[in-house]
């Protein structure tokens, strides 16, 4: 039974440093110029933990989000049965991010990885209350921050993952960001809907 587990975690590991090292090798991780230029102009320290994602993964298990703090529970690659969430790739405002969804006990869970930020989760809750997102502050902790995302017609509950018909709205987060090589404070997070699915993309600055 133990050697059954153990052979479990360990490819349970090799998924998650599978999709790590295709994250990387997109640039979707920041470099060691990005850190040092953050550190620099912000005073803020971004862990090799973070830079990974392995921090926000922490956080979001301990937050009962996720079952285990690893890639390995969100989708895969080339999945083509998106029942359990899907990958989304896309490049609004020029920086290009990558989001993983899921299914959680408290609604669908998307955790992006992006060129120009540390990599942030944002929760669309069951009950359709307001869009939480979970950015970076400093060294290996991460914030909730509560957006005020929603439609124009402000009648309409906020968005919903999997309904594309209340999907949109956008709102200045304070989490950190690089608008090229510069770092700023501030970054614009807006609701829109691909394939099918709303979910948060962000742009540096606002």
């Known amino acids: 039974m133990g050697a059954v587990a153990a052979t479990g975690s360990v490819a349970a ?17 920041l470099s060691e110029r990005d850190i040092e230029a953050v550190s620099a102009e912000l005073d803020i320290e971004v ?28 989708p895969d690659f080339g999945a083509t049965d998106d029942a359990d969430g899907q990958i989304h790739d896309l490049a609004e405002g020029g920086s290009r991010e990558v989001s993983f969804t899921t299914m959680t006990p408290r609604g669908r869970l998307q955790v992006t990885y992006s060129e120009s930020s ?17 950015v970076h502050s400093d060294g290996d902790s991460y914030e909730q921050v509560e957006t005020s995302i929603g439609t124009t017609d402000r009648d309409e509950q906020p968005p919903t993952t999997d309904d ?3 999907c949109g709205g956008c709102d200045c987060v304070g989490d950190w960001c690089l608008d090229g090589a ?9 609701a829109t809907c691909d394939n099918a699915e709303c979910i948060i993309t962000t742009t540096c600055g606002c």
């Open 47 to 74: 862990t090799e933990d973070v830079r990974t994602g392995q921090a926000l993964l922490n956080q979001l298990e301990s937050d009962g989000l996720l079952a285990e703090a690893t890639l390995s529970v969100l």
């Open 182 to 190: 510069v770092p700023r404070t501030h970054k614009n997070t807006c």
């Open 13 to 29: 590991d090799a998924d998650s440093g599978d999709k790590l090292a295709r994250l990387e090798a997109a640039g979707l991780t």
């Open 118 to 134: 540390a990599p942030f989760a944002a929760l669309f809750p069951e009950d359709g209350s307001n869009v939480l997102m979970y």
């Open 164 to 166: 594309c018909d209340n």
